[in-house]
């Protein structure tokens, strides 16, 4: 063999920190007909072809795109980032209706907080917020 194996493609730095996995996007088709009721053509989803027309070749980009705003907007609207160390996928993301985490002990907001607090922790708190000993 000729050469010092270093003629090839080179790698792209990228890919030792992210690669691609092939999925099928669905695109309803629908049928044109002639008049004898033979299939002429399929023409796909009027909306996907305004898309495709209006983004042009990087309309798989844009998809990608709207997919990361979409999953930010959901998790800033239904979970709440408490002070343990982000790890994994979910990360230190808590789901709405947890008020309280388990791990670190951080809370949601100070309204949950106050709701699980005993009527005479509530007192003493709304004392000291008040100024203290106004007896």
């Known amino acids: 063999m000729v050469g010092n194996h270093k003629s090839g493609r080179k790698p792209s730095p990228e890919?030792?920190?992210?690669?691609?996995?092939?999925?099928?996007?669905?695109?309803?088709?629908?049928a044109r007909t002639n008049s004898s009721g033979n299939i002429v053509e399929w023409i796909e989803d009027s909306y996907f072809q305004w898309f495709k027309r209006k983004h042009g070749a990087q309309w798989q980009e844009m998809v990608r795109a709207y997919m990361r705003w979409d999953v930010q907007q959901w998790k800033n609207n239904h979970h709440w980032r408490c002070k343990c160390e982000p790890i994994g996928i979910l990360q230190n993301y808590k789901h709405n209706r947890v008020d309280k985490c388990h791990a670190c002990g951080s809370w949601k907001n100070k309204a949950a907080q106050v709701a699980q607090m005993s009527q005479t922790q509530k007192a003493e708190y709304y004392k000291e917020l008040m100024g203290g000993d106004n007896e």
């Open 15 to 30: 890919g030792a920190s992210e690669r691609s996995k092939k999925y099928t996007f669905y695109v309803k088709e629908y």
